[in-house]
């Protein structure tokens, strides 16, 4: 198992450090392993956290849907249960994508009226 220190986590994950904390505060990710000497040791397994995070942010999920997922999959509820959590965040995502598509064809006329 390889152990990271914050710095190296950070420009694996692509995240900074201090959102590497936020995550661990908001119960996101961990807990964290701490060295001998106190200093946070991030794993192959929190990488792995750290990057679904980050993808569900990307993807727009607001902490607190995090947090409900992150405890959906902890707890290891049924499959039906992630599964309805996902449908759910993935129709919000698409009706998202839908409208920015919407918005994207307006510029589009506007550009090419004012060309």
């Given at each position: 198992m390889t152990a990271l220190a914050p710095a190296a986590t950070a420009e694996r994950t692509g995240v900074s450090i201090d959102t590497l904390r936020y995550y661990e505060r908001e119960g996101l990710i961990?807990?964290?392993?701490r060295s001998t000497g106190g200093h946070r040791e991030y794993t192959d397994d929190d990488v792995f956290w750290i990057g679904l995070i980050t993808c569900f942010r990307e993807a727009g999920l607001g902490i607190t849907?995090?947090?409900g997922f992150v405890a959906i999959l902890r707890a290891d509820h049924?499959?039906?249960e992630r599964v309805a959590f996902l449908r759910e965040r993935r129709a919000?995502?698409?009706e998202r994508a839908d409208?920015?598509?919407?918005a994207m064809k307006v510029l589009d006329?506007?550009?090419t009226?004012?060309?």
């Open positions: 961990g807990p964290i392993r849907d995090l947090r049924p499959a039906q919000a995502l698409q409208a920015l598509c919407r006329e506007k550009i009226y004012y060309s």
